[in-house]
């Protein structure tokens, strides 16, 4: 194999630098096989990159988890499969925050952190979580709340009605297909 004319030549010059500077060639190659390494890395193989989904854009749904006992944990764990069942859509983003509290006061930082994280329903569940669902609405009345399990007088706040028996398997499942329904009509 021959090579090329200005290769030939740049080879015989280093091979003669290594003669004379033996530390000067040995630095020189030691550059050279960097960059070419990191020539190497950074190319890559472009062709095989996946692409993820842009979702900054879709309906953000949040559910704000009671703390355990609090609340019938059932029409949580349906309320939550329900909004799972309306993220596979696609086009809905459903995100879980879990509130230490149901006192009012206590747990207006958890929904207004809600807010901030730009979710455009927030959804608590059962009786307990009313006050504070309420009053996180008069703190912040442009956004949109559901409460599933009981119900509201205040604007903003809208309801999910529950099954007679939440223990039945069943009615874990048609709360689950109303969650998803309601969430899905506003996204």
Not at 38 to 65: E, I, K, M, W, Y
Not at 88 to 94: F, I, L, M, Q, T
Not at 147 to 158: K, L, Y
């Amino acid at each position: 194999m021959r090579l090329p004319a200005p290769t030939a030549r740049l080879l015989r010059r280093f091979a003669t630098l290594a003669r004379g500077h033996p530390v000067i060639a040995a630095a020189t190659a030691a550059v050279l096989v960097a960059v070419l390494s990191l020539t190497v890395l950074l190319a890559g193989d472009r062709s095989a990159r996946p692409r993820a989904a842009n979702v900054s854009r879709n309906f953000r749904a949040c559910l704000l988890v009671s703390p355990a006992g609090a609340t019938d944990t059932r029409l949580s764990q349906a309320s939550w499969q329900g909004m799972q069942d309306a993220a596979r859509s696609g086009g809905v983003n459903a995100q879980r925050f879990p509130t230490p509290t149901i006192d009012a006061k206590a747990a207006l930082p958890y929904f207004n952190g809600a807010v901030q994280h730009h979710c455009e329903l927030i959804v608590t569940v059962g009786t307990g979580m009313r006050p504070a669902t309420e009053a996180a609405a008069r703190a912040n009345p442009h956004q949109e709340f559901v409460i599933v399990g009981a119900g509201s007088a205040r604007p903003h706040i809208s309801a999910i009605t529950a099954p007679d028996d939440p223990a039945k398997e069943q009615a874990g499942k048609e709360l689950a297909d109303r969650v998803s329904a309601f969430i899905t009509a506003r996204s």
